[in-house]
């Protein structure tokens, strides 16, 4: 089955992307599995997450900005029993994003 079987008439297709404050990105880079590959500080991750904002832009690809709060990250987490990472960021954007949608 692909992912568009699972559309509906007039649902539309919107990435979530993960937005911290700086106290948030600290705390990320503590408990992250992949903590080595994160940028060092938050200025710099504002940087390449705004450098991918354009990005995605230019492309025509439209996306939401989701607030992380990290602490429940972790939670969600470990009730999944999946490391925080990359991967686990993205599919928890996508997660909060479906809350957001489903609630409006």
């Given amino acids: 089955m692909n992912f568009r079987d699972l559309l509906k008439p007039g ?7 993960c937005w911290y404050s700086a106290e948030q990105w600290a ?9 080595g590959e994160l940028e060092e500080s938050h ?3 504002l940087t390449m997450a705004k ?5 995605l832009r230019e492309a025509g690809i439209p996306y939401q900005l989701v607030d992380i709060d990290v602490e429940e990250l972790v939670s969600w987490c470990k009730r999944k ?10 599919e928890y954007a996508t997660h909060l994003l479906r809350q ?3 609630s409006s």
């Fill in 51 to 55: 450098r991918s904002l354009r990005s």
């Fill in 11 to 17: 649902d539309k297709l919107v990435t979530g992307i």
């Fill in 27 to 35: 705390r990320l880079r503590e408990v992250a599995a992949d903590h």
């Fill in 100 to 102: 957001r949608q489903e």
């Fill in 43 to 45: 200025e710099e991750w």
């Fill in 81 to 90: 029993r999946i490391p925080i990472n990359g991967s686990s960021r993205a």
